[in-house]
């Protein structure tokens, strides 16, 4: 039986940009309990349904629902609060001299920088925080000497400081070395898996970046959703090949995917 209200309601989404529609006719429901992964191309439509998903874009026709309350009809500033985002946006408006657990007491406001009073229910969140996302070693560290992974790692905890119950990912493995990778990875898989884990969407380029904890996977194209559901269906190599423009072979094994792209053929119209 389905919850009473899905973590993530999207309907016939349209955006446009002057003449050229970016977003047309999306709709996507995430339900309590699944795990999405997001892919396309560049120029897919990600960037613009992420904006859209966060407020930063106003679309030109449908409705967005996060959590039962819809975006134009309540306090964007509260529902934003609720959908955590870890983005390279977010990563390099920090201040260097931040240490890490200043950085997590930020994201109960969703304010970059916050230079107001920290109280010590915040503090001691902020600790708890670290230690889930397996950096409580850094509380005090500055933030410009964390490493990539690690900066990753302080910004989740800074978006579940707000309690998010949808929690999106952009790309957030660029940056990172093949083996700060499949840490990072690695450490999804066990973020995704706990009790306390709010519903994660991770935005990639990359098959091999979807954890076995992903349930499901949206795949975008020219704006529009080219599939949308269980991995097992759509996560296949036709789908990918049409995504990307390219044809491709795709691989399966422990719940890992590797993607191919075949060098003796051209493109896909």
Not at 73 to 78: G, I, K, L, S, T
Request: charged share 25%; glycine share 8%.
């Amino acid at each position: 039986m389905r919850a009473k209200h899905p973590v993530l309601a999207v309907e016939r989404l349209r955006a446009r940009r002057g003449d050229l529609e970016i977003l047309h006719d999306v709709s996507w429901r995430v339900e309590r309990g699944e795990h999405w992964a997001m892919l396309g191309a560049n120029g897919s439509g990600k960037t613009s349904l992420l904006n859209a998903l966060t407020g930063y874009l106003t679309p030109t026709d449908g409705e967005i629902v996060p959590l039962g309350r819809c975006f134009g009809r309540a306090d964007w500033r509260e529902l934003r609060k609720r959908v955590g985002l870890v983005s390279s946006a977010v990563r390099q408006m920090m201040a260097d001299d931040e240490p890490a657990l200043e950085s997590v007491v930020s994201g109960k406001h969703a304010i970059i920088d916050f230079r107001g009073l920290v109280t010590r229910n915040d503090r001691a969140r902020a600790i708890r925080l670290l230690r889930q996302v397996e950096c409580g070693q850094l509380a005090a560290r500055p933030w410009g000497i964390l490493s990539q992974g690690e900066r990753q790692r302080v910004l989740i905890g800074r978006a579940l400081m707000a309690r998010p119950r949808l929690l999106i990912l952009d790309e957030p493995c660029a940056g990172l070395d093949p083996a700060a990778r499949e840490h990072f990875l690695q450490f999804l898989q066990r973020l995704g898996r706990s009790k306390t884990s709010p519903t994660l969407v991770l935005v990639t380029h990359h098959v091999e970046e979807i954890m076995p904890v992903f349930s499901h996977a949206l795949v975008l194209r020219h704006g529009r959703i080219l599939a949308a559901g269980e991995k097992a269906d759509a996560l296949t190599a036709r789908v990918l090949s049409l995504a990307f423009n390219a044809h491709m072979t795709l691989r399966q094994r422990r719940g890992r995917y590797a993607l191919r792209v075949s060098p003796k053929r051209g493109g896909l119209v």
